[in-house]
């Protein structure tokens, strides 16, 4: 249990510096795709953390975030509501026996077609709210909808791969 | 009583929520007024020490690059030296210079983090309080305007560059001397800005230089800021629409001088007496 505590804090730790320090700093496109990979900490957390214990956890993150990057208070309003929809989004795609055997949302447990669910899903939303939270404006329409989506997609294939390199000598745990 | 009591138990998560994202709400749509708040402050020491160490990684990289760019600002300064100008001689008395009070005073500073192209930019830069910075004094790189300070820690400070729709400063066409405000529309391209209100009747050609009016106190007047690349004008309007390619190369930006107005609070007190003087003069 502490143990699991002390695994995570570091992983999310690791993964706001990874964000700040590296990903941030990529220009592709000019910034049109831009990724957010440190919400994969907050997508990481097991499946029997307290609802109140997650909404603390990646409103945490995103005031760290925000100290970062740009305007504060971006990256804490999107981690809040990412924060608040992640056991939603748990909930509503549960297999029938629950989740009760497997304690954490990766590849490796749940399977590849899940997890790209799960974490696309949540992905969007939290790129969605961020860009909003940034330009409280979405004209030009297929430009603004391009870069979240884009963005969303590159998040979700960095945080895959990161999957299988975290993830793959410990599958068992 | 005890059925609020229930009631909220029960919805706690709920609560929790609306009261943390209310609360993000208000630091993302204030964050202007609450920069001060040591809490919620970007020029926060520790997230600058961080950047710090990563841009001395990342300068050392970029050894060559900066040489390149040293060498050429050192060529350009060398051209301007006295014994490169054939002087004519017109003085017939030598001044005491008691007569030039030196107003602007230069310090330099290392760029360690910097944005491009988000909606809202800003700079970080490796020197703060400590090192003499203070809120609304002047940036400029290579002779052209970077941006202003905006807020500042003991040891680093954060700038507000041209490239943020919050920032604000009069300028002048060179030659006919109209002035108008600068304005980059969030989120386009870090090359260009937008040049406002001057009127229709003044004559602005593609090319034209854009300079600083000095009248802010934040930067000396006359300094570059860019030039006119596009004329978009209306016939319904009354203004040109002027669209200027910056001086200032924001993407290859890694040293700056933080400019000081020595006689800032001389010249603030002057206009405040007058205002009171005015104020007082309006009562009944």
């Known amino acids: 249990m502490t143990?699991?505590?002390?695994?995570?804090?570091?992983?999310?730790?690791?993964?706001?510096?990874?964000?700040?320090?590296?990903?941030?700093?990529?220009?592709?496109?000019?910034?049109?795709?831009?990724?957010?990979?440190?919400?994969?900490?907050?997508?990481?957390?097991?499946?029997?953390?307290?609802?109140?214990a997650v909404l603390l956890i990646a409103f945490a993150t995103g005031y760290i975030m925000d100290l970062f990057s740009g305007p504060m208070g971006m990256h804490m309003t999107a981690c809040v509501v990412l924060g608040w929809l992640q056991p939603f989004v748990q909930k509503l795609l549960s297999p029938r026996e629950g989740y009760d055997i497997v304690q954490r949302p990766t590849i490796?447990?749940?399977?590849?077609?899940?997890?790209?669910?799960?974490?696309?899903?949540?992905?969007?939303?939290?790129?969605?709210?961020?860009?909003?939270?940034?330009?409280?404006?979405?004209?030009?329409?297929?430009?603004?909808?391009?870069?979240?989506?884009?963005?969303?997609?590159a998040t979700l294939l960095l945080m895959t791969i990161g999957q299988y390199l975290i993830f793959a000598q410990k599958g068992n745990e | 009583m005890k059925n609020i009591i229930e009631?909220?138990?029960?919805?706690?998560?709920?609560?929790?929520?609306?009261?943390?994202?209310?609360?993000?709400?208000?630091?993302?749509?204030?964050?202007?007024?609450?920069?001060?708040?040591?809490?919620?402050?970007?020029?926060n020491d520790?997230?600058?020490?961080?950047?710090?160490?990563?841009?001395?990684?990342?300068?050392?990289?970029?050894?060559?690059?900066?040489?390149?760019?040293?060498?050429?600002?050192?060529?350009r300064l060398r051209a301007q030296m006295s014994e490169n100008v054939f002087t004519i001689d017109t003085t017939?008395?030598?001044?005491?210079?008691?007569?030039?009070?030196?107003?602007?005073?230069?310090?330099?500073?290392?760029?360690?983090n910097a944005t491009v192209n988000r909606e809202s930019n800003y700079l970080t830069i490796d020197r703060g309080s400590i090192g003499g910075i203070h809120n609304n004094m002047g940036v400029i790189a290579n002779g052209a305007v970077v941006g202003v300070v905006s807020s500042v820690s003991d040891h680093f400070a954060v700038v507000l560059p041209i490239l943020n729709p919050k920032f604000q400063e009069s300028v002048k066409m060179k030659g006919s001397g109209d002035f108008g405000l600068i304005a980059w529309p969030p989120g386009s391209d870090p090359a260009y800005a937008d040049v406002k209100d001057i009127p229709k009747h003044v004559q602005v050609n593609i090319g034209d230089t854009v300079l600083t009016t000095g009248y802010g106190s934040h930067f000396p007047s006359d300094l570059f800021i860019g030039f006119v690349s596009e004329l978009n004008d209306r016939p319904e309007e009354t203004f040109h629409r002027i669209k200027i390619q910056l001086a200032t190369d924001f993407r290859k930006l890694s040293h700056v001088q933080v400019v000081s107005d020595i006689l800032k609070q001389q010249q603030d007190s002057l206009l405040n007496q007058q205002q009171i003087r005015d104020d007082a003069n309006h009562l009944p």
């Open chain 2, 46 to 75: 520790w997230v600058g020490q961080l950047y710090d160490w990563r841009d001395q990684l990342q300068r050392y990289l970029r050894l060559r690059e900066i040489n390149d760019q040293l060498a050429l600002e050192n060529a």
């Open chain 2, 7 to 43: 009631l909220l138990k029960r919805h706690f998560v709920f609560v929790l929520f609306l009261f943390l994202f209310i609360f993000s709400l208000v630091v993302l749509f204030s964050s202007n007024r609450y920069q001060k708040t040591a809490f919620i402050n970007q020029s």
């Open chain 2, 92 to 112: 017939v008395f030598s001044e005491n210079d008691t007569l030039h009070l030196q107003r602007f005073s230069y310090r330099t500073a290392k760029i360690i």
């Open chain 1, 3 to 52: 143990l699991t505590i002390f695994h995570n804090f570091i992983r999310i730790t690791f993964l706001i510096l990874l964000q700040a320090l590296i990903v941030s700093r990529m220009q592709v496109l000019d910034g049109f795709i831009l990724p957010w990979i440190y919400i994969f900490g907050i997508l990481m957390i097991p499946f029997e953390t307290p609802k109140w």
């Open chain 1, 108 to 153: 490796q447990k749940m399977g590849l077609q899940w997890y790209l669910t799960y974490a696309g899903l949540l992905t969007f939303i939290h790129h969605f709210v961020l860009f909003f939270a940034e330009t409280l404006r979405l004209t030009p329409f297929f430009y603004h909808i391009g870069h979240i989506l884009f963005s969303s997609i």
